[in-house]
């Protein structure tokens, strides 16, 4: 039997959590606004230069309403901030390791394609209204 060779962790090492700890609960929460494909799409469409909602609108496809509810998301989750200049609204990713991040965790889900396609124990994503 072969074993897989796990990388090793090429980030400083942190103290772990202990499973009761609130701080469990927060990064919980901080991987639950990101759970959420249209948000991710909307992240990664401000990572480079802010957008109003309207062109948000355009690069998901979705209704208006439900764009804006997403971004609210994301501005209360503090991934990115609004600025207004007029009648216009501009979002835009406000932490620069946003980027990495997206990055690692795309990294992350290739290197483990197969065994996320068979996961049963969490539903696959669908592009919905939501």
Request: glycine share 6%; with cysteine; hydrophobic share 45%.
């Amino acid at each position: 039997m072969t074993e897989r060779a796990t990388p090793a962790l090429t980030t400083p090492a942190v103290a772990l959590l202990p499973a009761e700890d609130e701080g469990v609960g927060m990064v919980a929460k901080f991987f639950r606004a990101l759970a959420d494909p249209t948000r991710l799409r909307l992240l990664e469409f401000l990572l480079h230069e802010p957008h109003t909602v309207g062109e948000c609108v355009t690069h998901v496809g979705l209704a208006q309403g439900r764009v804006s509810s997403h971004l609210a998301c994301l501005a209360d989750c503090g991934y990115v901030a609004a600025r207004r200049d007029g009648r216009r609204t501009f979002y835009q990713v406000t932490d620069p390791r946003v980027a990495d991040l997206i990055m690692l965790a795309r990294s992350l889900a290739a290197d483990n394609a197969t065994a996320l396609a068979a996961c049963i124990r969490i539903a696959p994503t669908r592009r919905t209204e939501g």
